[in-house]
């Protein structure tokens, strides 16, 4: 099974869905994000359709529900194989705590590191499988209808290659003979983890040893994570760093809290809520959270008012910063550039560009020039080079659950049982507070490395 070809597959049925020419096949939601009905430049209309691909994950909910099915139920058949795995390894072993009476949920626990080539990195569909929150019916059934998974979790090529880029330097010497997971052979994950594409360009990209770069750290809040949430805040963190001949990081420079860039931009969901500021007059949500957390003082620190082109200017401006426009600008030289967060390469991309998509569509003239030059530019760094974005979420779970995993096997040589196993690693993979919380409540508890 050659995954790079499957997932190109997948997504050329998901990219063929949204600009196939069938307005059927999108929602209110896909059509408002690829701007149907706008009149826009080719470029335009084309740099949306990068921008939803270089998202970390399928949009489904820009589909209508027959095309939602269609791509996820060959997601889960042809990628995650979850009927092979389950008919040939057995049920996931472990249970998520839930109150739904009718289904109950479960992981794998799979070891992403073991017998994987640090030349490659990780096989993608390890982490994809592993991280997949499986349901399966309380009163059984036909395998079709009682196993099935999140819908609209779809890894992308885009993602398959950061994660085989990232993890590339937390393995051990080994030897990539495929994956093989409870007997189902999913093969070398071939030409996703074929790193140096010919998009990928080693002079733009490669870092030498004692070469100096640039690292951004950034964490986004929103007001919420439906499809029409917004971007409410952006911190962002850059430092300049170099690798040492031992392999180790260096950074050049002493930072503190001044040195954050942060973006605090009104929203209009939040102003549709009042709140009592600290001098205790009523006032929009979002005028009272400033008052919490933007400090004037700080230059680096930018109000926003929000609505419209001030908030595209706004997070134009983080896509910059982030991929060094300003660097380049000044020095004539284009910076080395990486990204680093927590679920940056799901979450927060995904929320920020999907926002300038939107605004873009309300606006009489769509985007504007400045914020098509910056979301290109950024689109760029992110398919072009797999080694751009960390997201430490990805390499908390390839590392928790190797360790994990080897937990499982030591405790299974010294002759304990199945529960005891899984509940050490439960214990082990899911965040304690989440836990508490479902002992307590009974709820869903799926959360892990928080």
């Known amino acids: 099974m050659q995954v790079a070809g499957y997932t190109r597959e997948i997504t050329s049925i998901y990219a063929n869905a949204m600009f196939g020419g069938d307005s059927k096949k999108l929602s209110l939601h896909g059509k408002k994000m690829l701007g149907i009905g706008l009149t826009e430049s080719a470029e335009t209309k084309q740099l949306r359709l990068q921008t939803l691909l270089a998202h970390g994950e399928f949009d489904l909910q820009m589909l209508n529900r027959q095309a939602q099915y269609e791509i996820s139920d060959k997601y889960k058949d042809e990628m995650l194989r979850l009927h092979d795995v389950f008919e040939k390894g057995g049920a996931p072993s472990l ?51 009682a196993v099935k998974t999140a819908r609209g979790k779809g890894m992308t090529v885009t993602r398959a290659r950061q994660l085989a880029g990232q993890s590339r330097r937390m393995l051990e010497k080994g ?35 004692g070469e100096e770069f640039f690292i951004s750290t950034m964490d986004i809040e929103t007001t919420g994570i439906t499809p029409d949430s917004q971007t409410r805040t952006v911190s962002i963190l850059r430092r300049r760093a170099r690798y040492q001949a031992d392999g180790t990081l260096e950074y050049l420079d002493d930072v503190g809290p001044k040195d954050i860039r942060s973006f605090h931009i009104g929203t209009t969901r939040m102003n549709a809520a009042r709140a009592y500021a600290p001098d205790g007059s009523l006032q929009p949500l979002s005028e009272v959270a400033m008052l919490r957390e933007f400090d004037p003082a700080n230059p680096m620190a930018t109000k926003v008012a929000g609505g419209g082109e001030e908030t595209l200017d706004a997070l134009s401006e983080v896509l910059r910063y982030v991929t060094g426009a300003d660097i380049e600008e000044a020095t004539g030289v284009a910076p080395k550039v990486r990204l680093a967060g927590h679920n940056v390469g799901i979450f927060d991309i995904k929320f920020m560009t999907n926002n300038m998509l939107e605004i873009a569509s309300d606006l009489p003239g769509g985007m504007p020039a400045a914020s098509v030059e ?16 960390t997201d430490t979420m990805d390499a908390a779970f390839i590392s928790m659950s190797g360790q994990a995993g080897q937990i499982a096997e030591m405790l299974k040589a010294n002759g304990l049982g199945d529960d005891v196993i899984n ?28």
Request: glycine share 8%.
């Open 95 to 145: 249970s998520l705590p839930t109150k739904n009476p009718y289904n109950e949920f479960y992981n794998y626990l799979i070891d992403p590191i073991t017998g994987a080539d640090p030349t490659r990195g990780v096989h993608p569909m390890s982490v994809a499988l592993g991280r997949a929150s499986i349901s399966i019916k309380t009163g059984g059934g036909i395998m079709e209808d």
């Open 374 to 389: 910056a979301l290109t530019r950024f689109n760029q760094h992110v398919t072009s080079n797999p080694f751009f974005i």
């Open 175 to 209: 030897a990539d003979k495929g994956l093989n997971i409870y007997g189902v052979n999913f093969g070398v994950a071939d030409d996703v983890v074929d790193l140096f594409g010919s998009n990928y360009d080693k002079t733009k990209y490669d870092i030498a040893l």
């Open 423 to 450: 509940n050490v690693v439960y214990q082990t993979l899911i965040d304690k507070s989440l836990r508490t919380k479902a002992a307590i409540t009974g709820e869903r508890s799926f959360k892990t490395f928080c």
